[in-house]
């Protein structure tokens, strides 16, 4: 009875067991860290678990178990072999495996008694590792133009799975073609660890537009970010295809500088010996690419070339000019002429290109050479040219002094603002500067600058009679003289009172005429009066207003 108890219980746990075989679940773990496997993804409720035991694969299906734990008991460890002392249980019945070894890449499984119900939950797992470092090694000292050349190895070492190399240049991915690029990647596998270490040789055929690629590998591992190598760069060597000559001087170049001549090549390693062609001669110049010429001169005009002393088809030209302005005027400096003269004012110019003239006179700009057919005093003064031609510059100058005997150009005279006084005023012209002087005594009022051999001079007078006034204008060279009549301004004076005499005159002879009428009328009217019989007191009141009238004009012409 209890047997066929036994075999009943027996099958209905088998039962049970191939009922409850849970779905396969996966966990990556990182190399040479503790890994945590959950049991039934960690949902296990603690009261209703009667025993849990983690178990492995160890291969052909033979179960390994590593460890028990019975309800309210601790965990026992049932392992002897490689898991020993790197196995343990969580609280929520997790296995916890410490350092995870490639080894460790196989199923588990948790087995959980819950009354009467056996589960199981298969779990595989999965160790990754990052590679220590990617890096570039066996780099090649220089890259050779339109060459195959072994550029350099990148590694990945002690990963898992294998790393894939990709090369890049300036960040853009490199794909073999079978010409310009070769790429041949292999993997190692440590029979210790099982980890892989993938090499991978790129070789490469370089172009001129490399110089300065930067060349780098890099791996994208299974878990985590981007690791990428350190860039590297290569001298790329290729032989001199052009050559060009550069010429440093001052600019502009002119007589006496030093101009350097430099022999450019785009060879790389560069030329260090080069020939210099200097107009017929040639000089050989070794570890250096320049040449200097010291204290060039007209004559170094010309064409100079360079050229490769291995090579002299590979050469460069290069036309130099040394500018020249050379000026020459005639006459110059301190020039003396005589008044109506003719002075002929050359210049003359010899420059290396065209070249503009311009003129001054006692720093005023003239619109053209100035010209001298008959010289006058005006013509006098400082006369400097200036001949530019680019950026080079020349000057000459003439100091002209016009020469001879004095000119009383004007003489004229003004009513001073008194009307009492005359301005007497002597316009003359001359060189040397001419003395001046009057023949009446006067005071001077104003002698300007003597300019262009010009000079004016004021005097004022008051005449006291009418007069004739000379200016006398000398120098060394002659004398000249002019005259003006200058009235007395008492004249003017005595005819104003001859006027006034007159007015009184004419004055007093009225009067008397009127007495006399007065006379003659008053007999008349006398006799009259008696003939008639008129009354003599109306005569006697017109005779009051006559004497009246006489008196007022008596008056009158007294004053």
């Not at 790329?236 to 090549?265: D, F, R, W």
């Not at 004229?412 to 005359?422: V, W």
């Not at 003359?428 to 262009?452: H, M, Q, R, Y």
Request: aromatic share 6%; charged share 25%; net charge negative.
């Amino acid at each position: 009875m209890h047997l066929l108890s036994a075999n009943c219980v027996c099958a209905l746990l088998i039962t049970a067991l191939l009922r409850q075989v849970s779905g396969l679940e996966t966990v990556i773990g990182q190399y040479g860290q503790t890994l945590e496997i959950p049991c039934n993804n960690g949902l296990m409720k603690a009261e209703d678990v009667l025993m849990t035991k983690w178990k492995y694969d160890k291969g052909e299906g033979l179960p390994g178990d590593l460890l028990v734990k019975n309800k309210n008991q601790d965990v026992s460890i049932i392992t002897t072999d490689e898991y020993k002392g790197r196995v343990s249980m969580s609280a929520n019945y997790s296995l916890l495996l410490s350092a995870a070894k490639l080894t460790d890449q196989r199923m588990f499984t948790c087995m959980v008694v819950n009354g009467v119900d056996i589960s199981e939950y298969l779990v595989n797992v999965v160790i990754y590792k990052t590679p220590e470092v990617v890096e570039i090694s066996e780099r090649a000292d220089e890259l050779e133009i339109g060459k195959l050349t072994k550029l350099g190895t990148c590694i990945a070492n002690e990963a898992n799975p294998a790393a894939n190399i990709t090369w890049r240049k300036n960040n853009k991915p490199l794909v073999a073609d079978g010409k310009g690029i070769s790429i041949q990647a292999s993997v190692m596998v440590d029979p210790v660890t099982g980890l892989s270490t993938t090499s991978s040789v790129l070789e490469y055929s370089a172009e001129k537009e490399d110089t300065d690629a930067e060349f780098t590998c890099s791996v994208q591992p299974a878990v985590g970010t981007e690791l990428v190598s350190v860039s590297a760069t290569f001298s790329i060597t290729y032989s001199t295809e052009n050559i060009v000559l550069q010429v440093t001087a001052m600019e502009p170049l002119v007589e006496g500088h030093n101009v350097t001549l430099k022999c450019v090549a785009d060879g790389n390693p560069a030329p260090t010996a080069f020939n210099f062609h200097l107009k017929g001669k040639m000089v050989k110049v070794e570890n250096t690419d320049s040449y200097t010429i010291t204290n060039v001169s007209r004559d170094t005009t010309g064409e100079y070339k360079c050229s490769l002393i291995d090579d002299l088809t590979m050469e460069a030209s290069k036309e130099i000019v040394v500018n020249y302005l050379d000026i020459y005027l005639s006459p110059s400096g301190n020039v003396v002429m005589s008044a109506r003269e003719v002075l002929d004012l050359t210049l003359k110019i010899n420059a290396s290109g065209d070249s503009k003239v311009s003129w001054t006179k006692d720093n005023v700009k003239l619109d053209k050479k100035p010209m001298f057919t008959k010289l006058t005093y005006a013509d006098s003064g400082h006369y400097e040219c200036e001949v530019t031609m680019g950026l080079l510059s020349r000057h000459a100058s003439l100091e002209l002094a016009v020469e001879g005997a004095p000119v009383v150009r004007h003489l004229i005279k003004q009513r001073g603002e008194d009307g009492r006084h005359e301005v007497l005023i002597c316009e003359v012209e001359g060189f040397p500067k001419p003395a001046v002087s009057w023949s009446i005594n006067g005071t001077l009022l104003d002698e300007s600058p003597f300019v262009n051999g010009k000079i004016t001079h004021k005097i004022t007078v008051v005449p006291t009679a009418n007069l004739t006034v000379s200016c006398t204008v000398s120098n060394e060279f002659g004398v000249d003289s002019k005259t003006i009549n200058v009235s007395s301004h008492q004249s003017d004076d005595n005819d104003q009172t001859k006027v006034v005499v007159g007015v009184v005159v004419g004055l007093l002879v009225a009067t008397v005429v009127i007495g006399l009428a007065y006379l003659a009328y008053m007999k008349k009217s006398k006799q009259g009066s008696w003939k008639t019989g008129e009354k003599e007191d109306g005569s006697s009141e017109e005779e009051k207003k006559l004497e009246e009238k006489v008196e007022e004009n008596s008056q009158k012409a007294e004053v």
